[in-house]
């Protein structure tokens, strides 16, 4: 069954096939630039079916691009370049009566002070991340 999730002015749609239900939150300097904040999303697979006229794409780096609604500004997704992964926004999921269970935070040596989180998570640091990967 697709899920399908908008943004605020309901012009930009995205639609999935699966949705993992583990969230993780982002510290890198780039999430919480692009956000204001660590970045809470959950993977969304590699298949997407996005809609709309004002989805716009940007590379935010060598390997990933972020996605918004180019009208309202929502932020829609972020897809690594290398294998078309989209990791989307949990909160674009509200209302889908999803069972979330956020546990793991990477690019943990990023965080700032002034916030943490309670959750007993995995955590990894931004050279964990690209091990992990590489």
């Not at 935010?60 to 918004?68: D, K, L, M, Y």
């Not at 078309?84 to 793991?104: H, K, R």
């Not at 943990?108 to 991340?129: I, L, W």
Request: hydrophobic share 35%; charged share 20%.
């Amino acid at each position: 069954m697709a899920i399908e999730v908008t943004c605020l002015c309901k012009k930009s749609k995205l639609e999935f096939n699966k949705v993992e239900l583990n969230v993780g939150a982002c510290h890198c300097n780039t999430c919480r630039t692009w956000g204001g904040g660590p970045l809470m999303a959950v993977e969304c697979g590699t298949a997407a079916k996005l809609s709309g006229d004002f989805i716009s794409v940007y590379d935010s780096s060598e390997w990933a691009q972020r996605g918004f609604c180019g009208y309202c500004g929502t932020h829609l997704f972020y897809r690594l370049k290398l294998n078309q992964m989209y990791i989307v926004p949990v909160g674009l999921f509200d209302g889908q009566n999803m069972d979330f269970d956020f546990d793991y935070q990477i690019f943990v040596d990023q965080q700032p002070s002034y916030y943490c989180f309670s959750n007993e998570t995995t955590n990894k640091t931004g050279a964990e991340v690209f091990a992990e990967f590489a």
